[in-house]
């Protein structure tokens, strides 16, 4: 899981410069990378029509930033015209791609409930984990970084766990991901439980903080036994605050989660755990939609 990925790049979000260092990515584990662009429909004449010259001058410019390929990775390319959304579900399919590399603003919720990013928009219809990389994040880096960027791009992860189901989805969600024998020496995993100060009883917090100990201790094992190095904290306080600290602290290179909206009534105006870090954070976030 996780070696074929699609990096859909607007021009405008930095992530076309990814496309100079496919050679790092053979470092994370990938074995196929595909680009995509989507151009808009030409619309100064009467009757919109495709806009081949754009679509030409994209493909050009893409094709000559890859450099120094190595005969190990696969690179495709896809510059067409269209709606972005309709066209990564198109690729995805198209290349039966398993990891989507997407960059995305800081917008609120109501902001993003109306207009409707693409982002916001995936995380309904893809069937794929995808990674959020934020715009601001890749555009300072320098050519150095972004190198070890994409060959660190999965190397540590931080997983919040919190019980329930989306929680339990995510552990087998990384589970399968790790079990490739080629990944299980460039990955580590760091646990984290948050218990929330919701009552008044410090025997009652104790309680739940020995309760939530002994969960994650359950968990911890289960992915040392394929052989990852696994890291496991249990911290009391604003859960929100102690994920966003201990990413700040423990050096990871992305925050996993996944979707917690269980209730399928509601929508992203409605305020979730999944959404609060994606606003919050600068970290790179991986974001594994619930299976339907």
């Not at 394929?226 to 009391?236: N, R, T």
Request: charged content about 25%.
């Amino acid at each position: 899981m996780l070696q074929r990925c699609l990096i859909c790049t607007d021009l405008k979000d930095g992530l076309q410069k990814l496309a100079r260092f496919v050679s790092s990515f053979e470092h994370s584990g990938l074995k196929e990378i595909t680009f995509l662009h989507s151009v808009p429909l030409w619309t100064e004449g009467e009757i919109p029509r495709i806009d081949q010259d754009r679509i030409d001058e994209v493909k050009s410019f893409l094709s000559s930033q890859f450099e120094n390929v190595p005969d190990s990775i696969k690179v495709n390319l896809e510059v067409v015209s269209g709606e972005p959304t309709a066209n990564i579900i198109e690729t995805v399919e198209k290349y039966n791609i398993d990891f989507v590399i997407l960059g995305t603003t800081v917008k609120t919720a109501i902001q993003e409930g109306i207009f409707g990013s693409t982002a916001t928009k995936l995380t309904k219809k893809l069937k794929v984990p995808f990674m959020i990389l934020r715009p601001q994040l890749i555009s300072v880096y320098r050519d150095e970084e972004l190198a070890l960027r994409c060959k660190h791009l999965n190397r540590f992860w931080l997983v919040p766990y919190k019980g329930g189901k989306s929680s339990r989805y995510l552990i087998n969600k990384v589970k399968e991901y790790c079990q490739k024998e080629s990944l299980k020496t460039q990955h580590q995993i760091l646990l984290l439980t948050v218990v929330e100060e919701v009552s008044r009883s410090s025997l009652l917090l104790e309680n739940r903080l020995e309760n939530a100990q002994k969960d994650l201790a359950k968990v911890e094992q289960e992915l040392k036994d394929l052989g990852l190095e696994v890291q496991s904290i249990v911290k009391k306080g604003d859960p929100i605050m102690e994920i966003l600290d201990i990413a700040l602290n423990y050096d990871v290179s992305a925050i996993a989660i996944a979707d917690d909206r269980d209730n399928i009534l509601l929508n992203w105006t409605v305020k979730s755990f999944a959404q609060e870090i994606l606003h919050r954070s600068w970290f790179p976030l991986v974001y594994f939609p619930l299976e339907k």
